[in-house]
């Protein structure tokens, strides 16, 4: 029962298995399926080469579609973007660019089937291996209105080999360019550990503000406000601009402002963050400890203005810098 349920969900064309293999085989197959015990007994031993350890219906789709082509043959799905990246797809990523060319990869991002929210994207391979061989990616991520894909712009052409010595072969779509720190890292022969690199400040915590409506501004707000420049420095926060290989620039500044800051100077700061009087809640503030206009622990700015510096997020699943 379940061999012919995974069979109707491939449209194939072209020639059939017994001539060498299929044409053309393209696809969206049904994801996160509910499988029996028998069916995942059966589903792990038939694929065991593409098993990491979760297991989701579309996986086995794929890679059936691939032994089901002929030398040459094409492969197109649409399929859950965690297909792109996650750790257990790992193997069925590497299992395609050792066997395929890959030709597209289009991540669409949400709401691409009305009525499901999961994310997705379109993955197009050719069945042969070739050296040099360049794919085109599109990120659609962010698009806010829905278009033809053909209309887009954006496309960037990169190399095969490129994901394959990203970790767990990552079909990354976005922020290309600031993986390539990657590859100079795995070509170091001897690598120095992070206390060799600490000075005389050690790990220090970035700056605090009472609350960060009223200390983060965007360029917007500086216009409007007339804000002093003098006391705007760039600004990022934490993980949502610190990510795991790049760091993802807002252009957003703080306003750097300490219990010693002569508030007379800055009489258009000063007005703006009147307009948080009541959302400021701070202890410190209420026992006039520190004004309302400067931040909670501004920390040393000669901290901030070193040349170099490593920049790291400690509040996620794992440490990012």
């Known amino acids: 029962m379940f061999k012919s349920q995974l069979r109707s969900g491939i449209y194939s064309g072209g020639r059939s298995v017994d001539e060498g293999g299929f044409d053309v085989v393209v696809g969206n197959p049904p994801w996160g399926a509910t499988f029996s015990e028998n069916e995942l007994e059966y589903l792990r031993v038939e694929n065991d080469k593409i098993i990491v350890r979760m297991i989701d219906s579309f996986m086995f789709f794929v890679l059936l579609a691939v032994k089901k082509l002929k030398n040459k043959g094409y492969l197109g799905m649409i399929i859950p973007d965690v297909v792109l990246y996650q750790v257990d797809n790992f193997k069925l990523r590497e299992k395609l660019l050792q066997e395929c060319c890959l030709n597209k990869i289009i991540n669409l991002g949400n709401g691409v089937f009305e009525g499901v929210n999961r994310p997705s994207c379109i993955l197009t391979f050719q069945k042969k291996k070739e050296i040099g061989n360049f794919a085109l990616v599109l990120d659609l991520t962010k698009q806010k209105e829905k278009t033809l894909i053909s209309n887009q712009s954006g496309v960037i052409k990169i190399k095969q080999d490129f994901f394959g010595d990203l970790p767990e072969k990552m079909l990354i779509t976005s922020n290309i360019k600031s993986y390539e720190i990657l590859k100079r890292v795995y070509k170091l022969d001897n690598c120095t550990v992070l206390k060799e690199f600490i000075d005389e400040d050690g790990i220090q915590r970035g700056v605090s503000p009472d609350l960060k409506e009223a200390f983060i501004v965007d360029q917007n707000t500086i216009k409007e406000n007339k804000l002093e420049k003098e006391y705007l420095f760039p600004v990022l926060t934490g993980g949502k601009h610190v990510k795991r290989y790049y760091i993802d620039y807002q252009n957003s ?17 000063c007005k703006y963050i009147d307009k948080f009087k009541e959302d400021i809640t701070c202890v410190e503030v209420k026992k006039k400890k520190h004004s309302i206009y400067s931040l909670h622990r501004p920390r040393e700015r000669s901290i901030f203005e070193k040349s170099e510096k490593f920049i790291g997020v400690i509040t996620e699943d794992e440490l990012i810098i």
């Open 253 to 269: 500044h703080l306003i750097y402002t300490t219990r010693n800051t002569d508030y007379n100077l800055i009489p258009n700061i």
